[in-house]
């Protein structure tokens, strides 16, 4: 995708006052929230083990677990087995997402301007795929099938839209690259 076209679809979703108000408020609610946690859990939350954001690698199993998920509940041909697979897979990828929901909130407090506003749309966007994934985990269980798979169906699309926007966060705005940048340099 052409960068000034990425760049206009981001200016469209989070350039507005609103949403600045929001992202502030929120920001001083999670600065005060981390204020009550250890430097060492901060720390881990934000990969300082690694030495660079933890959040990036751990969207890869909700995210990859979603789509598989997606995959198994639409393929032709599936059977009980397919479903129990698809189901399966749905609960891990949607436990593993809490830690990558902590990650990213965790490096979004630290974010200001177009960066913070995104940030914001990226992580709510991200968080209703979240609660549709619960929601089609308990429609499963409740053995409404369909709307199961309604649900996650949509939250998978939500979580594509967020993963747009995560992507603009590092490639546009340059967030989380910052020590990686340094230490090529240096």
């Known amino acids: 995708m052409d960068s000034q076209l ?41 990969g300082e083990f690694l030495g660079h954001p933890l959040h990036p690698i751990l969207i890869h199993l909700p995210l990859g677990g979603w789509m598989l998920a997606g995959l198994l509940d639409f393929l032709p041909g599936g059977d009980a087995r397919t479903a129990h697979a698809a189901d399966v897979v ?11 929901i902590a990650t990213g909130w965790t490096d979004w407090s630290n974010t200001r301007g177009q960066a913070r506003r995104t940030g914001l749309v990226h992580g709510v966007v991200n968080e209703l795929a979240f609660f549709l994934n619960a929601g089609s985990l308990v429609a499963r269980r409740r053995g409404k099938r369909r709307l199961g798979k309604v649900l996650s169906g949509g939250a998978l699309g939500l979580a594509l839209v967020g993963g747009f926007l995560g992507g603009q966060l590092v490639y546009g705005h340059g967030l989380g690259v910052g020590q990686t940048l340094a230490k090529a340099q240096g």
């Open 6 to 46: 990425s760049d206009r679809l981001e200016a469209a979703v989070s350039d507005h006052a609103a949403l600045e108000v929001a992202a502030a408020t929120l920001q001083r609610a999670l600065r005060a929230a981390e204020g009550v946690l250890p430097q060492a859990v901060l720390d881990a939350l934000h």
């Open 90 to 100: 749905l609960t891990i990828s949607t436990f593993a997402a809490v830690p990558t």
